[in-house]
C-alpha cells in the first residue's frame, strides 16, 4: 500500500527522469490528476518544496515495464511530429 505523499513525489521523478511523457501518460501511471501533474511540471504545486522524486516502481505505484511501453509510445508520437 502506498502513501498518499508517494504519488507527488512519483511524478515528480517522472517529470524529472521522462521528460518525453505527457501528462496523460503520467495520469494513467502513477493515478494521479492532470492538475497535480501540470502544477509540479511548472514547479506551481502547493508542497514542491518539500517534494523529493521517487521512483514510482519503488512506491508499487507501476511496474518498470509499464513505464517502459509509456515512453517507447511517446519516443514514436515525438518522432512522427518531427517527420510532418
Known amino acids: ?3 498518499r505523499q508517494d504519488r ?10 521522462c521528460p518525453q511523457l ?7 501511471l ?3 490528476t492532470k492538475k ?3 502544477l509540479i511540471r511548472n514547479k506551481r504545486y502547493w508542497n514542491s518544496s518539500n517534494l523529493s522524486a ?7 505505484l507501476c511496474s518498470q515495464i509499464d513505464i ?6 511517446a ?8 517527420k510532418e
Open 75 to 82: 519516443e514514436r508520437r515525438e518522432a512522427r511530429k518531427k
Open 68 to 73: 517502459q511501453n509509456a515512453t517507447a509510445k
Open 22 to 28: 505527457s501528462d496523460g501518460q503520467i495520469v494513467k
Open 54 to 60: 521517487k521512483d514510482p516502481v519503488v512506491s508499487n
Open 8 to 17: 507527488p513525489e512519483a511524478v515528480l521523478w517522472l517529470t524529472k527522469n
Open 30 to 32: 502513477v493515478g494521479s
Open 36 to 38: 497535480t501533474v501540470d
Open 1 to 3: 500500500m502506498s502513501k
